[in-house]
């Protein structure tokens, strides 16, 4: 406990001044992140200053989230080469240039507005199951992907990559006064059983600006689940801001339908979450500071609500009700960030992060589980650009410190090239580490709610002993634009990862029942995943784009591995947007999937989820002379009715996609 205040001294002799910055210069490098992302007619060489990512970045701005016909956030990724997108029973699942059979997020780092949300005991998304991608379209400027590992800057848990959802701020609705206020409402309807339906309010008085926004949605599961699973959501999100201090508060409440599992039946499962965010910025004559502080809290049913629907052992042990037992899992995190210019030619990052976990549930844990875990970590970043020459050296290193698992040491080292106006050539080496989630380390869960023979179960433990992935990661990649409205990207990379988290092969355990029971580890040898991605983005005339993209990756297991179940060696995308006459918007969007291998071969044998290709189109019209007061859209989702199984368990749960949807949206504003 003592050691979690030993980056304080450190700190604070960093918060000194070093050399004079001004801040003109950290303005600068906000208004170069703002029209980075803003690029339109002429595609940007850089989706994010190389400060912030000198990697593969792709930015999915607001334009393209209005009129594309996505659902939520997990869709809309469907577009960015290197990310895989599938639908699990426990909800979407993200993964960057990864592999394994988790259903979580856990190796993918989530953020709103630069602050962590991933949930303290699984590591992904908070709430589960959560087909809705947990964050409102509408409040999105622009979502922010950076694919490699890159925690020197963004975290610990950075390993796969970052998601940082970027909201929009009340003067993005109010754009032609000073001071004013705008208002709003959307609904949706049709297939799957959807009704969606949003309000939303943007405000500003004098020094003060205002968002809120509320909402609710109803539909089916986007998988079969047997036929029988809904889902509900509602959620209230509202910010404020004056000056230098904005917070923000997102609360969202789920419920997740019962439905048939392996000869049971689920209970429905309900969960809320609250994120609860401030943050404040203070730029100085010599020192640009920001700071953050958020909480992070899921309250809700256990994950025995599905797996255990019948209140049976283990969990009987401590109540015969466990649709009664309720969760709370809590992160309070604080963060501190110094933006430094040294000279002409240099920059320097350094910040300080700590936070505290807490896992509070009676059952679905190993017996004496601590409920309480702390972490922190200081990081500091140096780029250098030499001389006249058009070459920065980005270097860094980030040092973690979590309870129970020690400390490690993050490097990273990027050389970027501006070889001329139209052309950058780049490439780095990494170094990152994940930390085993809460679930990992200490979970003790029935998988199957029934005996799968007699006196005979299966149950998921946890290790506390498990020690931490890592990764090395060597990228290499460049960005040209042969011709004003054409912009090429290639982006290479090679992954080795050592003590990749997976379960075990089951073991028998005698007892009353007996037990075939996996329990988590690390991997003894390590493996590779290298590949590439390309990326073609046009404009050959005003109101149309073109855009696509083809990624090959290879990783270094034998198919029958668990370790290799959905990596798919091929993906491609392709997206049109065009707008044919004024007040009138097209957008056709697809994504294909070379086949792979799912779930379990260890228990059913080797399964091959064919080739499969998504196709979704939204055609927007704005009637009226204002076109920003009224909108209809027709919407169609997976147009060619495809229902892959993109994530196969076993025989006891249907997770096909439902196949094609159509539906309407209204939305107004004034």
Not at 135 to 162: C, Q, T
Not at 482 to 499: A, F, H, M
Not at 622 to 630: C, F, I, W, Y
Not at 634 to 648: A, C, W, Y
Request: glycine share 8%; net charge negative; aromatic share 8%.
């Amino acid at each position: 406990m003592k050691t979690r205040f030993r980056f304080l001294p450190v700190l604070l002799l960093l918060l000194f001044p070093l050399t004079p910055l001004t801040s003109v210069a950290v303005a600068q490098h906000e208004e170069e992140r703002e029209k980075l992302a803003l690029g339109v007619e002429t595609p940007p060489l850089l989706a994010l200053p190389l400060s912030e990512a000198p990697g593969a970045t792709t930015v999915i701005t607001a334009e393209e989230i209005s009129r594309s016909a996505a659902a939520n956030i997990f869709e809309l990724l469907r577009r960015v080469p290197g990310v895989d997108i599938r639908y699990t029973p426990m909800g979407g699942h993200i993964g960057i240039r990864t592999t394994g059979a988790s259903p979580f997020s856990e190796e993918v780092l989530l953020l709103i507005d630069g602050v962590p949300y991933n949930s303290p005991d699984k590591g992904g998304f908070p709430g589960h199951p959560n087909y809705s991608g947990f964050f409102p379209l509408d409040r999105v400027e622009r979502i922010e992907i950076i694919k490699g590992p890159i925690s020197v800057l963004y975290g610990a848990n950075a390993f796969g990559g970052v998601i940082n959802v970027v909201t929009k701020k009340p003067a993005d609705a109010i754009t032609d006064r000073v001071e004013g206020s705008a208002y709003g409402a959307t609904v949706s309807a049709g297939g799957l059983d959807l009704l969606e339906r949003s309000v939303r309010a943007d405000l500003i008085r004098r020094r003060w600006d205002v968002s809120v926004e509320g909402g609710a949605q109803d539909s089916l599961t986007p998988i079969e689940a047997n036929g029988d699973a809904d889902q509900g959501r509602s959620y209230v999100y509202g910010a404020l801001g004056s000056g230098n201090f904005r917070a923000s508060l997102l609360h969202q409440e789920s419920r997740h339908g019962s439905m048939p599992f392996d000869g049971a039946k689920t209970q429905t499962a309900h969960n809320s979450v609250d994120i609860l965010d401030f943050h404040y910025e203070k730029r100085l004559s010599r020192l640009a500071l920001r700071g953050s502080a958020t909480l992070n809290r899921y309250r809700g049913t256990t994950c025995a609500e599905c797996h255990n629907s019948l209140s049976l052992e283990p969990d009987n042990a401590i109540t015969n009700d466990v649709g009664g037992v309720v969760e709370v899992d809590q992160r309070l995190r604080a963060a501190v960030r110094a933006d430094q210019t040294l000279t002409s030619h240099q920059d320097l990052t350094f910040g300080v992060e700590a936070a505290r976990d807490s896992v509070d549930r009676e059952i679905v844990r190993l017996p004496g589980s601590p409920t309480i875990r702390f972490s922190n970590g200081l990081f500091i970043q140096h780029e250098w650009r030499f001389g006249s020459t058009p070459l920065h050296l980005i270097t860094g290193v980030r040092h973690d410190e979590a309870q129970g698992l020690g400390s490690a040491t993050s490097p990273r080292i990027a050389l970027v090239a501006e070889v001329a106006p139209d052309l950058v050539v780049r490439g780095s080496w990494t170094r990152a580490y994940r930390s085993p989630t809460w679930n990992e380390r200490y979970i003790d869960q029935r998988f199957i709610p029934l005996e799968i023979a007699p006196n005979l179960i299966v149950t998921i433990d946890g290790d506390p002993d498990l020690d931490r992935e890592r990764v090395d990661n060597a990228e290499a990649g460049l960005s040209w634009r042969p011709v004003p409205r054409l912009l090429l990207k290639l982006d290479l990379y090679q992954n080795r990862i050592e003590s990749f988290i997976e379960r075990g092969p089951g073991g028998f355990v005698p007892g009353t029942p007996n037990e075939i029971r996996q329990t988590y580890q690390n991997r003894a040898d390590p493996f590779t995943i290298r590949g590439f991605e390309l990326t073609a983005i046009a404009s050959p005339r005003a109101g149309l784009t073109l855009s696509g993209s083809y990624a090959i990756r290879r990783v270094s297991l034998d198919r029958e591995d668990p370790a290799a179940a959905y990596a798919p060696t091929t993906r491609g995308t392709a997206t049109i947007a065009w707008s044919p006459r004024p007040r009138w918007t097209f957008d056709l969007a697809g994504s294909y999937s070379a086949g792979y291998t799912v779930s379990l071969p260890d228990v059913f044998g080797l399964r091959v989820q064919p080739a499969y290709e998504l196709i979704d189109a939204a055609i927007r019209f704005r009637p009226l002379t204002r076109e920003d007061l009224l909108e209809i859209a027709l919407i169609g989702r997976n147009l060619t009715d495809e229902q892959p199984f993109e994530t196969l368990v076993g025989p006891g749960i249907d997770t096909s996609l439902r196949g094609s949807s159509y539906l309407m949206t209204l939305r107004v504003s004034f």
